[in-house]
């Protein structure tokens, strides 16, 4: 008889998970990870890895064996919903969350999104150079989420310093503790933070989200106050550094590779095409973990009830068996059933919203800056546990 879980053996500590299996900070990951393809699936001390396509896929597609509940720990005292809620419930949720990222619905918001990235381009064109992090990534995805929530342009800083204590609290020279204290008093601040907002919305309705949440039924039910916190969680966490860490990876990638950058510049068409081949190629988010609800295996390799399940990504985003010419950064595939948004029912909720300020962001940057490169002296690096450039720096000639 198979053993059975109702839990993982551990959550997934955020804030202290400096490395994975998609080799985020390693510049040569896409080498790393094609050789990993080599091998499957892989024990790691009673966790398993798998690298292939058709093993993310069959994990990514099985929730009912290989869980995202209860898994991450982010110094959240609710739920992240949906992050890591499995079915059923996790589909009345995104019956309620999907249309507000529908296509139709992003498409509304294209004028917004290209008058924000003009925004911060505005702040540095001049100069010349800029730490494109600092001064654009980190800032102009947080901007349209003000927007889309119905926030002031003067609660940027407040979100963004909210995200980082968060996502990167601390600094590396923390003990993993104090870490993590940062990341628990931050969760509680944003529970407070949306939860002052959600009485002003109930008290004065507006034409934004976040009214939206304060009448908004899941399976004919009313939204609890403690269920609509723990989706503005998710919302202010995925929805403001996901989009970061590809905008640093896109341009760290372009400023070194200028017959990419100029193909762009040439010819803005291929912008769409070019987006989804630097979330394959980059795979910001490189890795997911899942969990088994019972004993079983995957590969051929054993994985206990309750034991961590490892799923590679950037390694599935590399698989020959896919791709052809996998290692090769091409704009003119025509098919690209990449996997940088994840897949099955944990599909990331906001892709169609990542993908149109990736293209805006894309389309004006090079309209406006199309010869640049890295400054002089500058090397880039990576940070984990997602793939991210920390300070990406940027020189072009003045106009």
């Known amino acids: 008889m198979k053993n059975t879980a109702d839990r993982p053996v551990a959550k997934l500590d955020f804030a202290n998970f400096v490395t994975n299996p998609g080799s985020p900070s390693d510049p040569a990951a896409q080498s790393v990870n094609s050789s990993l393809l080599a091998t499957p699936a892989m024990d790691l001390d009673g966790s398993v890895l798998i690298n292939t396509r058709e093993l993310v896929d069959e994990a990514l597609k099985n929730p009912g064996l290989f869980s995202s509940e209860e898994l991450v720990e982010q110094g959240n005292t609710l739920p992240l919903i949906p992050l890591n809620i499995d079915p059923p419930d996790h589909v009345k949720y995104r019956k309620l969350l999907d249309p507000l990222f529908a296509p139709r619905r992003v498409d509304t918001l294209e004028d917004d999104i290209s008058e924000r990235v003009n925004h911060f381009i505005d702040t540095f ?24 929530m119905g926030l002031p342009w003067e609660e940027l800083d407040a979100l963004v310093a909210m995200r980082d204590g968060i996502l990167r609290p601390g600094n590396k020279q923390m003990q993993p503790e104090e870490r993590s204290a940062i990341q628990r008093a931050t969760a509680q601040e944003v529970y407070r933070y949306f939860d002052a907002i959600l009485d002003e919305r109930t008290r004065d309705p507006r034409d934004d989200i976040l009214t939206m949440f304060t009448t ?39 400023a070194q590779h200028p017959d990419h950058r100029r193909a762009i510049v040439e010819d803005p068409e291929i912008i769409p095409n070019a987006v989804e081949e630097l979330l394959r190629w980059e795979t910001p988010v490189p890795s997911g973990v899942r969990w088994a609800r019972e004993d079983t295996e995957i590969g051929g390799v054993p994985l206990a009830a309750g034991h961590h399940l490892l799923v590679n990504i950037s390694a599935a985003n590399l698989d020959p068996a896919e791709f052809d010419d996998p290692l090769v950064v091409r704009f003119d595939r025509d098919v690209n059933r990449h ?61």
């Open 339 to 399: 996997l940088a948004f994840g897949g099955g029912v944990h599909r990331c909720l906001g892709s169609h919203l990542a993908r149109r300020e990736l293209r805006v962001a894309l389309r004006e940057w090079h309209r406006r800056i199309p010869e640049y490169s890295l400054s002089p002296g500058y090397e880039v690096t990576y940070l984990p546990p997602l793939r991210f450039v920390p300070d990406l720096q940027l020189s072009w000639g003045r106009s």
């Open 125 to 148: 064109i001049e100069r010349g150079s800029c730490d494109f992090t600092a001064e654009f990534a980190e800032l102009f995805p947080s901007s349209v989420f003000l927007g889309m």
């Open 216 to 254: 908004a039924e899941a399976d004919g039910e009313r939204l609890t106050r403690d269920e609509i916190l723990a989706i503005c969680f998710v919302l202010l966490t995925a929805g403001l550094d996901t989009v970061t860490d590809s905008l640093t990876c896109f341009f760290a990638f372009l």
